[in-house]
């Protein structure tokens, strides 16, 4: 039983080293100028770089973002082919759509998506991309507005 009590003891030890070690970090972090650079385009992923305190600033982005619904509720270890051939099929159409109308910037994370328009038509590409998964989600999903 004292073994127990001393990983408790070992782990409040950790919790409060990390804690503090994030105070210290975030002090230091608020304490340091960062560059802004204001660009045009999107930089290059390899260009971005946040040790380097170097951040790009691009006026007026939309931006337009999809996530499968329900999908945390997925049991993964019980249907996992089921589920790894839903995320491709769904995520893998969603990048396609998105695609199509010239984004910036795309990034995919687990079952969601993001994507960046800027520069000429942002609205209308962004709005473009964003209508098709809407429309065809469930027919028998109650929308509000209807």
Not at 27 to 33: I, M, Q, R, V, W
Not at 68 to 96: C, D, H, I, P, W
Request: with cysteine; proline share 3%; aromatic share 8%.
């Amino acid at each position: 039983m004292g073994s127990a009590i001393g990983r408790k003891e070992d782990s409040a030890m950790e919790v409060s080293k990390i804690l503090k070690e994030t105070g210290e970090r975030a002090a230091s972090e608020l304490g340091t100028s960062v560059k802004i650079e204001e660009v045009d385009e999107f930089p290059e992923p390899d260009d971005l770089h946040l040790e380097r305190r170097i951040w790009k600033k691009i006026d007026e982005v939309v931006v337009v973002s999809a996530d499968l619904k329900g999908s945390t509720k997925l049991n993964f270890k019980k249907y996992a082919q089921t589920s790894a051939q839903l995320y491709e099929a769904v995520t893998g159409n969603m990048v396609r759509i998105v695609d199509e109308f010239d984004p910036g910037f795309i990034d995919i994370q687990g079952d969601g998506l993001f994507a960046l328009y800027h520069g000429e038509r942002r609205y209308e590409r962004a709005f473009c991309a964003a209508r098709p998964s809407r429309s065809r989600g469930n027919p028998y999903e109650k929308r509000s507005g209807r």
